[in-house]
Antibody
């Protein structure tokens, strides 16, 4: 069974950093592109970033370019999202997604002073 | 960026109804279109991929179709478990973009 378990969320002040992790199991992690998708409270879904199967290519939405970094450790079957210079508008639930098919349960990030 | 215009934003319906949700793409996306269902407090669930293909475990009352730049999700004979928010997503090119969502609710 595919499992994606996010961690690392919480409350953070504007301008600070936070790193999300997504532990994957139940499939061969190194074979799949992975993505982060976010959802602000009571809002719709927004794609954040994608990394290809071996980490050689990454893609970001404009609003996070230069601030967020998606990465992966295939040996640990783990996906990451390093979020720097956080803003209040980054407040959302962040989902780890495998190949646009399987979603984690999400982790909440609240950016507030 | 490709805009996905989803309509309606809200859809009151009754059990047994046939309902259709539509997303219009601002540029060609081929069949790189997926539909997701999201229930309150839950993660999205893939329903349709490649515009017309059922994801695993999706009931046959759900179907996807395409007419030009319009992509539709139809639910035949609505059941109570279908009440949710539905989103389309284009993944033909970056940035991937979602439609604004359609809230399917009891009339």
């Amino acid at each position: 069974e595919v499992q994606l378990v996010e961690s690392g969320g919480g409350l953070v002040q504007p301008g600070r950093s936070m790193k999300l992790s997504c532990a994957a199991s139940g499939f061969t992690f190194s074979h799949y592109d992975m993505a982060w998708v976010c959802q602000a409270p009571k809002k719709g879904l927004e794609w954040v970033a994608t990394i290809n199967y071996d980490g050689s290519n990454t893609y970001y939405r404009d609003s996070v370019k230069g601030r967020f970094t998606i990465s992966r450790d295939n040996a640990k079957s783990t996906l990451y999202l390093q979020m720097d210079s956080l803003r209040s508008e980054d407040t959302a639930t962040y989902y780890c997604v495998r190949g646009l098919n399987n979603w984690g349960q999400g982790v909440m990030v609240t950016v507030s002073s | 960026d490709i805009q996905m215009t989803q309509s309606p934003s809200s859809l009151p319906a009754s059990l047994g109804d046939r309902v259709t949700i539509t997303c219009r793409a601002s540029q060609d996306i081929g069949n790189y279109l997926r539909w997701f269902q999201q229930k309150p407090g839950k993660s999205p669930r893939l329903m349709i991929f490649g515009a017309t293909n059922w994801a695993a475990g999706v009931p046959s009352r759900f179907s996807g179709s395409r007419s030009g730049s319009d992509y539709s999700l139809t639910i035949n004979s609505l059941e109570s478990e279908d009440m949710a928010i539905y989103y389309c997503l284009q993944h033909n090119e970056y940035p991937w973009t979602f439609g604004g969502g359609t809230k399917l609710e009891m009339k």
